[in-house]
């Protein structure tokens, strides 16, 4: 999308957002890399896909007021096995 848009996002209180969609992958790792390198300068955490399986499963976490909230987020569209990742390779959260 378009950068500029970005703090759009982080302005209208937008904390974090869910990756693990069958399109994450469409611009390759170096998009993906791209893409979180971004949402981190911008603030905005994420879930649901990373540069490995155990980044890709790393939940959200906010405190609400005291209350802890966790957020996951998988994807299991179908014939998108290849966009998993794995404990080597980049991707989204499996839903298995």
Not at 37 to 53: F, P
Not at 76 to 95: C, I, Q, S
Request: hydrophobic letters at 40%; glycine letters at 14%.
């Amino acid at each position: 999308g378009d950068l500029d848009l970005l703090p759009v996002l982080a302005d209208g209180g937008v904390d974090g957002v869910t990756l693990a969609n069958n399109h994450v992958l469409d611009a390759g790792t170096p998009g993906l890399r791209e893409t979180l390198g971004h949402l981190k300068r911008a603030g905005i955490d994420h879930a649901g896909a990373g540069m490995d399986l155990e980044a890709a499963r790393e939940p959200m976490v906010f405190d609400l007021g005291g209350v802890k909230v966790g957020v996951l987020n998988y994807q299991n569209v179908p014939d998108y096995e290849w966009a998993w990742a794995t404990e080597t390779t980049p991707g989204t959260a499996p839903l298995r």
